[in-house]
């Protein structure tokens, strides 16, 4: 799985101003509808937030080093899908390393995507546990260079 399929254009976020947790999700879910990662006839915004909700309550899906990675099987998907945001300010989010997160990678699948959801979700958190790569997303200038990041095809393994 490639992360140019997973981040469409428009699906990227840089110095979104939230307090908390729940107001991180519900800005990411409305962006996900907004740039098209999924289409408002397939799910809404509240569906998108309760169906990631659910998830949390399993257990936070903040890595540690500041990202985290909310993720849900949404309901008339046909691909996964990826939105990112970058925090004006880190927020508190119950990681597992109890640090704030700053990097947020938002994963969308569907209901039926049992391999397709889990190489998408090792695919982001391999580039997120890149170190350089977590300076450089937390470096970049604007919304299209972040975009440009996140879809470079290099390998997640490269030196």
């Known amino acids: ?3 140019d399929s ?3 254009q428009g699906c990227v976020s840089v110095g979104l101003n939230v307090v908390s947790k729940k107001q991180l999700l519900q800005e990411m879910a409305e962006m996900a509808v907004s ?3 999924c289409a408002p006839s ?3 915004a509240r569906d998108v937030v309760a169906a990631v909700m659910e998830r949390e309550r399993l257990g936070s ?4 080093y ?3 990675i909310p993720h849900a099987r ?3 998907l046909t691909c996964v899908r990826a939105v990112f945001a970058r925090l004006e300010s880190p927020i508190e989010y119950e990681a597992i390393d109890d640090r704030p997160v700053d990097l947020v990678v938002l994963l969308l699948a569907p209901i039926d995507a049992g391999a397709e959801h889990l190489k998408a979700l090792a695919k982001v958190s391999r580039l997120l546990r890149r170190e350089d790569m ?3 997303l937390r470096s970049a200038p604007s919304v299209e260079s972040l975009h440009v990041l996140l879809t470079e095809t290099r390998s997640a393994n490269a030196a």
């Open 1 to 3: 799985m490639k992360t």
């Open 74 to 76: 949404i309901e008339g």
């Open 35 to 37: 740039c098209g990662a």
């Open 42 to 44: 397939t799910a809404k």
């Open 6 to 8: 997973l981040f469409m």
């Open 61 to 64: 899906t903040g890595v540690g």
């Open 134 to 136: 977590r300076a450089k």
């Open 66 to 68: 500041g990202v985290a």
